[in-house]
């Protein structure tokens, strides 16, 4: 079974920064995909950033040049590195890992951005 485990949300300042980590747990599995959703109220989940086993990382167009996706595979954790917040970034932020037992989601962990 696998388990992920988001933090580092939180209230931020708009042009601010935030890290979310997202720990991987369990055992007999191989992490194939990283990748970070978002949900804003009202409005459907969508796709933020994935990070292949291989290295390759790609961004939705709205956070291209702002939010870095990283990984370390010693601590089996998967970051997001969000930096010039806005206010339409707010939303409750997913990870989710797809491995050789199928995709896992975090529970997510939910991000403000407001002054």
């Known amino acids: 079974q696998v388990q992920l485990v988001e933090s580092g949300g939180g209230l931020v300042q708009p042009g601010g920064s935030l890290r979310l980590s997202c720990v991987v747990s369990g055992s007999g599995f191989i992490i194939h995909g990283m990748y970070w959703y978002r949900q804003a109220p009202g409005k459907q989940r969508e796709w933020v950033a994935l990070k292949t086993s291989g290295g390759t990382t790609d961004y939705a167009e709205f956070v291209k040049g702002r939010f870095t996706i990283s990984s370390d595979n010693a601590k089996n954790t998967v970051y997001l590195q969000m930096n010039s917040l806005k206010p339409e970034d707010t939303a409750l932020y997913f990870c989710?890992?797809?491995?050789?037992?199928?995709?896992?989601w975090g529970q997510g962990t939910q991000i403000t951005v407001s002054s």
């Open positions: 989710s890992v797809a491995t050789t037992m199928g995709v896992s």
